[in-house]
């Protein structure tokens, strides 16, 4: 068979050529990386429209504090690793990514833990839990969260007060209505409403090592407790009033104990759970 050698080659070269011209575009147009230095740095907040702690300008500070923020850096040097480390380590943050782009640009995009509730105890400690327990020291959070104060200890705050603020959120009514929850010392629990002028002592929250069902006997104990305080309401304060009384005990089953300065009232309930009386002692 007789090949065409010389065509051949001049094919080769031609193809050759092309790849080659392809090549030196490319080269050209492509930024030097070595002296490409970062333009621009482009900060994400996750679900920003929630009530979170974290605004663009805070990261930026973040990073500018351990000079890792990356605009004017030569785009080779800028460590993404690093920058993921030092946000990881900020209690608010609950995880970063960070990339590159052609354009001489970095992306940082956060994800927050959310609060869900703030502790103030009487031992100095102030801190922020979201909904998994999770303690977020420091912060200037000014939302209106519920407040815990009281005789609170990290352990009964993750254990017990988290539980009790996540049913109160839960629930659309009571979130609207409770705005702080107080732990006595012997561990009642007290909540203070934002409507009237008065504090509801519940008692004490059942106690118990087994995390599935402390959760569910704490929240059987809510369920118990407000609707209680639900119908007292509807039946009670709607008709004397909602500033009567200073504090609204329902500690026992079986009674209602309210008081005013020093007058108490004393509602006793049918067994059913309706209100049957309030008479002056």
């Known amino acids: ?138 912060g200037h959070y000014a939302s209106d969260l519920i407040v815990a104060t009281g005789n609170i200890s990290q352990r009964y705050a993750q254990n017990y007060v988290s539980l009790v603020s996540q049913w109160i959120t839960g629930h659309e009514l009571w979130k609207n209505q409770v705005e702080q929850i107080n732990i006595l010392p012997d561990k009642s629990i007290e909540i203070v409403p934002r409507i009237g002028d008065h504090v509801v002592c519940l008692g004490r929250l059942p106690e118990i090592n087994d995390k599935n069902r402390r959760e569910r006997l704490i929240n059987q104990f809510m369920e118990r407790k407000l609707e209680r305080l639900d119908k007292f309401y509807r039946y009670g304060l709607n008709e004397i009033g909602w500033n009567k009384y200073s504090y609204i005990n329902l500690e026992f089953d079986n009674q209602i104990i309210c008081r005013k300065s020093k007058h108490k009232v004393q509602h006793q309930e049918t067994t059913g759970g309706e209100l049957a009386a309030h008479t002056p002692q």
């Open 1 to 138: 068979m007789y090949i065409n050698w010389k065509k051949s080659i001049l094919v080769t070269l031609d193809l050759a050529l092309a790849a080659y011209l392809v090549l030196a575009v490319t080269s050209f147009n492509r930024p030097d990386r070595t002296s490409q230095v970062c333009e621009k740095v482009r900060i994400t907040i996750a679900d920003n429209d929630s009530t979170g702690f974290l605004s663009a300008q805070e990261v930026k500070t973040l990073l500018t504090k351990k000079h890792l923020y990356p605009k004017g850096k030569n785009m080779q040097l800028i460590d993404l690793r690093s920058i993921e480390s030092a946000l990881k380590e900020n209690s608010f943050i609950d995880g970063v990514e960070c990339y590159k782009t052609q354009d001489g640009s970095v992306g940082i995009v956060v994800t927050q833990h959310l609060p869900m509730l703030r502790v103030k105890a009487d031992n100095g400690e102030d801190y922020y839990m979201d909904a998994d327990g999770n303690i977020m020291q420091g």
